[in-house]
């Protein structure tokens, strides 16, 4: 079987639709499937090439199996809409004439870099090919949600793309049943739609020592330390976080933001105004370190903008914390919650209410509990083992040829 998977985002890159993508796809090859990934020079968030590779008209490479097809893109940071659009349209256009040449008995676009999906969909009728589309984000409602861009002319035709997307796929693979649910309710026949959920490489994430000479490189000895990894956008409200950090300053707890994204510049300037004092923000790490970030931290915080659309989100920072065994602290409702409490791997704040986070994080210390979350991270992880879910991925593609 040859999987053409097209995807904006792979390794060396961090962010979770790099890890998701490629984690499925070496559990593929090692099923005997023959996998090439189209996708671009690796930028991701700041816009600028990775050492060791540059934005080349093509580039091939092998990683651990991957016939990896590199091809030039427009690039941007992770900021400005109009240069983020033009990014991904770029993409889209260099992603489909690559694909043309490559040999293939499926393809695969994941959004929610939607001109993606659009790059899949046209691959699909020029080489009389079945394309499955997974979604990973509701796009272009996503867009509306986060204030990028209200809605307009340009919206309603990008929804309207949308819909034909839904409509030609021959597959459709949804990471959280919200979304499932959400396209159904745009007229698509729910017998398409197979939902594969994200997870973590147990593999990778796992229970470990606190880094004792991380922590004293850091300067927090003897903190609370509460962290907060991955993306600062839009989406994810990190300056609630930082407010909440302002109001704790003359206590024990210690703020730790690692990563990067279209709001972090923004966070340090009013960390640095208000002179906040009890938060660090440290740029983006390798996935192989973050580990080692994530065992320093006594909670783990996760936390998205209150809007209806993020109850139909899963960030994958919960399977990972879980792992690892860290005490959640989850500012997300609907399905992410209702997860997080199944498992009773964590506590549920309401997003963006102050009071209720502060009596949430005193309760989620409390040492009574301490062993009830590490029970329930633990099999709420055996429950989402990323072999699992690709292993189950694979026989959803193989039902598509």
């Known amino acids: 079987m040859k999987i053409l998977f097209l995807t904006d985002n792979f390794p060396p890159e961090v962010n979770a639709p790099a890890t998701r993508t490629y984690e499925h796809c070496v559990e ?28 080349k008209l093509v580039q091939t490479e092998i990683i651990d199996g991957i016939k990896v097809v590199r091809v030039w893109s427009y690039i941007a940071a992770n900021e400005g809409f109009i240069k983020r659009t033009v990014d991904y349209i770029s993409f889209s ?20 870099q939607f001109f993606t999906a659009l790059s899949g969909r046209s691959l699909s009728f020029w080489k009389r090919r079945p394309w499955v589309m997974e979604v990973r984000d509701l796009w272009p409602e996503s867009i509306k949600t986060v204030g990028a861009m209200k809605d307009n002319l340009f919206i309603r035709y990008f929804e309207r793309q949308e819909k034909r997307c839904y409509k030609s796929a021959k597959k459709i693979i949804s990471v959280t049943d919200s979304f499932k ?73 210690h703020f730790l933001f690692i990563g990067s994204g279209a709001e972090r510049e923004k966070l340090i300037h009013k960390k640095r105004t208000e002179n906040i004092s009890n938060v660090t923000l440290l740029d983006s790490v390798s996935k192989s370190e ?30 990972e914390n879980s792992a690892m065994q860290i005490p959640i602290l989850l500012g997300v409702d609907g399905e992410s919650r209702a997860i997080l409490e199944k498992y009773k791997a964590g506590l549920f704040y309401e997003p963006e209410n102050e009071k209720d986070f502060l009596d949430k994080l005193e309760k989620i210390l409390q040492k009574d509990h301490k062993e009830t979350y590490k029970k329930g991270g633990r099999q709420l992880a055996l429950d989402f083992d990323r072999k699992k879910l690709a292993a189950n991925m694979l026989t959803h593609l193989r039902g598509a040829i």
Not at 29 to 49: D, L, R, S, W
Not at 184 to 198: F, R, S, Y
Not at 236 to 245: E, I, N, R
């Open 93 to 112: 256009v260099s992603a489909f004439i690559a694909g043309i040449f490559e040999n293939t008995d499926l393809i695969v676009a994941t959004s929610p």
């Open 181 to 253: 649910r959400e396209i159904i309710g745009k007229g698509i026949t729910a017998v398409k739609i197979e939902v594969v959920k994200n997870g973590a490489n147990l593999a990778l994430f796992q229970p470990m020592e606190p880094d004792q000479d991380l922590i004293e490189s850091l300067n927090l000895k003897g903190k609370i330390i509460l962290g907060y990894v991955g993306t600062h956008g839009m989406a994810h409200k990190l300056d609630f976080l930082m407010d909440c950090a302002k109001n704790l300053m003359h206590t024990n707890y």
């Open 28 to 55: 593929w090859v090692k099923q005997g499937a023959e996998v090439t990934v189209i996708t671009c020079a690796p930028n991701f968030p700041k816009g600028k090439v990775y050492p060791g590779y540059k934005n």
């Open 290 to 319: 973050i580990k080692r970030y994530l065992s320093i931290l006594d909670v783990s915080l996760i936390n998205l903008k209150k809007d209806e659309l993020f109850k139909t989100v899963i960030p994958s920072k919960i399977f």
